[in-house]
């Protein structure tokens, strides 16, 4: 009987694959205030030829159905301040694919749960305010690896970092878990396989996460590289004061 063995060619890095920037969830107005620095500085470094947003652009902090700060923004003025802070997402990359997410969605189950049609209803793009270049899907398969928000998934983030790949048969890319952030491979008979979660790019300290404000486990910050089928996390380093340190690692 033959057999077959792992040929690992998935990730040895394919010079016709795309280099895909990912970026993480950012949860706008309510990113860390150095992301759009970072986030500038890890395109200039690494010059992606793909970039897909996972998820969790915005928050709409203002529709969650848990409780309301009441010193907090209204629905429209959290909206007004999100779409300023796009624009200059849009600026930075023109062109993005993302990923439908559980944040962004928030405005459309509040419609469903109200019995609003879906003709009422506006795109992403249109209230957005986003430029033609930027499309949303559930998912997006680039090089065979699936890049999907995550929150569909079950297990927590060591859990899902598990078995993401193996429950998708494909290297797949996620977010949504804040507190977690890595690669982990899997090998097959065929090929060997990753899960990747990206992390965050949110500012822990903003009262949309008081939530968690007590939690030992803080979220990781950075976001995802893929080149030529080859994962990397790179990390957004803070130093005291919790400010980006102003340089990428490695």
Known sequence: MNVVE??????LGDPKKEIVLVISDLQIPFQHKDSFKFLRAVKEKYKPTKVVCIGDEVDF???SDFYQDPDGMSAGEELTKSIKEMKKLYELFPNVMSCLSNHTGRIMRKAFKSGIPTAFIRSYKE?????EGWEWREFWIIDEVRYEHGHAMSGGAAGVLSNACVKNQRSTVFGHFHTGAGIRYISTPESLLFSFNVGS??????????YSQAQKIRPVLGLGIVDKGIPTFVPMLLAKGGRWIGKLTG
């Open 6 to 11: 792992s040929t690992q060619e998935y990730i």
């Open 61 to 63: 902090c203002a529709l």
């Open 127 to 131: 209230f957005f305010e986003a430029p």
């Open 201 to 210: 790019l949110i500012d822990r300290h903003s009262y949309a996460f008081n």
